[in-house]
């Protein structure tokens, strides 16, 4: 398989702080010779874990781009035993666009890995995430939110449902050490990067803080003491950042890829008929689809297909047939 195009212009073995750019060709008719900037930090000092913190792999999701960015400003490599590489516009394109997917190809950065390096800039973007960044990484923290089209209740993190009892304890530990009140277990996914992340042997973990297209100050807060904490905890920070105390009780809970989805199966306006955080049961009224253009017509009805809790709700009031309207989650027991 052909090299990686992207070129980092700053020294990503070096020991300091280094901020700077992942240089990714792209030849138009605007710019010959021009690359995408993806802007970059490495702080390093010393041997330690390595850590990937990274936002905007979804570019309509800002609370993690917030955050990333004051954790370059921030942190400094006295503080640090090992190393920080921090992406704060994973998918640059995207981001800069304020979209889910890149405008160059229409690409969803978190459903492309493990990329390709002779593809298209999204698909490259993954290529050197997977092989280059998670290849020399122990753990990844992919900061995302529910975007323009859902909104997460409150803060939450996702990862993959372990697959042995030490993975279980490891997981669980670095979940309890973000402290965030709920993580979400689920089975992995070959396009996903949390599944990049096991082909590399490193851990990644997602968070999923509020969306709808804004940025809420009380989830900037939490996103980025959860990272203060779970740094502090894998002894990759010290210092007066790391906050002292036991770490918090995350729920764990487990999301299943069918029936915890509720679907719009007809193009219309939905009324959601019950709010983010709610328990439901299996066969509840969900939501109503209005058909406006054609008054006469009865709404139609959609339903859970699982007792549990709401977790995610759209944020758009239009809906076409197959779109997500509500996601679920219940209590996971472990049967490791
Ligand atoms: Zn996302």
């Known amino acids: 398989m052909a090299n990686n195009p992207i070129k980092p212009d700053i020294d990503l073995d070096a020991d300091g702080k280094h901020i700077g750019y992942l240089r990714l060709p792209y030849s138009v008719h605007r710019s010959a010779y021009g690359w995408i900037p993806i802007p970059v930090a490495s702080i390093k000092r010393g041997e330690g874990p390595v850590v990937i913190v990274s936002a905007g792999s979804h570019g309509d999701e800002y609370e993690g781009q917030i955050i990333v960015s004051h954790l370059i400003r921030e942190l400094d490599p006295e503080m640090v035993s090992g190393q920080l590489i921090l992406l704060p516009m994973t998918n640059a394109p995207a981001a800069e666009a304020g979209m889910r997917t890149s405008p160059l190809d229409e690409g969803n950065l978190n459903r492309l890995y493990p990329g390709d390096p002779s593809g298209t800039p999204t698909q490259i973007i993954a290529h050197y995430i997977e092989h280059e960044l998670l290849a020399r990484a122990d753990y990844m923290i992919d900061l995302h939110s529910g975007g323009t089209s859902l909104i997460y209740d409150g803060a939450n993190m996702m990862g993959l449902e372990p697959r042995d009892a030490e993975e279980e304890k490891h997981v669980t530990d670095l979940l309890k050490a ?104 299996k066969g509840q009224a969900a939501a109503l689809i209005h058909f406006p253009d054609n008054p006469g017509r009865a709404p139609q009805t959609v339903y859970f297909d699982a007792d549990g809790e709401v977790i995610c709700k759209r944020a758009i009031a239009m809906v076409k047939r197959g779109d997500c309207i509500f996601q679920m989650a219940d209590e996971r027991r472990s049967t490791l």
């Open 178 to 281: 973000f402290g965030l009140p709920r993580a979400f277990l689920y089975q992995p996914n070959p396009v996903n990067v949390t599944a990049a992340a096991r082909r590399q042997n490193a851990i990644c973990f997602l968070t999923e803080l509020g969306g709808g297209g804004v940025v809420s100050t009380a989830l900037i807060r939490e996103g980025m003491q959860g990272l203060l904490n779970l740094l502090g905890f894998i002894k990759l920070l010290s210092g007066a950042l790391v906050p002292s105390g036991p770490p918090a009780q995350a729920r764990l809970m487990r999301i299943d890829r069918i029936k915890h989805y509720v679907y719009a199966m007809d193009n219309g306006v939905h009324e959601p008929l019950v709010e983010l955080g709610a328990t439901v049961t």
